[in-house]
């Protein structure tokens, strides 16, 4: 399994960013997918996540302003960023549950400056 993030960048504080994510090869079923982040000098935390149900989780600092979605049928998951702030810049990466297994992408850098 294969995750191919897009769509990070530079923008200005207030801005928006949407990421893309694709996974490809051998899926037989996903429990869920998500994004990550890790800014330097920090740990990887969980952004948001998404189950094959549609349910969602967000943690607190992107609640209302970040909004994840999936295509089954296409195996993609999306991160709608707005409201951004200096705090979001981070690397984000993608993430796929399989149960047994979880798959990362090599991450897409977002940088938030004023």
């Known amino acids: 399994v294969q995750l191919q993030a897009s769509g990070g960048g530079l923008v200005q504080t207030g801005g928006s960013l949407r990421l893309s994510c694709a996974a490809s090869?051998?899926?037989?079923?996903?429990?869920?997918m998500g994004w990550y982040r890790q800014a330097p000098g920090k740990q990887r935390e969980m952004v948001a996540t998404?189950?094959?149900?549609?349910?969602?989780n967000y943690a607190d600092p992107v609640k209302g302003r970040f909004t994840i979605s999936r295509d089954n049928a296409e195996n993609m998951v999306y991160l709608q960023m707005n409201s951004l702030k200096n705090e979001d810049t981070a690397v984000y990466y993608c993430?796929?549950?399989?149960?047994?297994?979880?798959?990362w992408g090599k991450g897409t850098q977002v940088t938030v400056s004023s």
């Open positions: 993430n796929l549950d399989q149960g047994w297994r979880t798959y």
């Open positions: 090869g051998s899926i037989f079923s996903i429990r869920a």
């Open positions: 998404i189950t094959s149900h549609g349910s969602t």
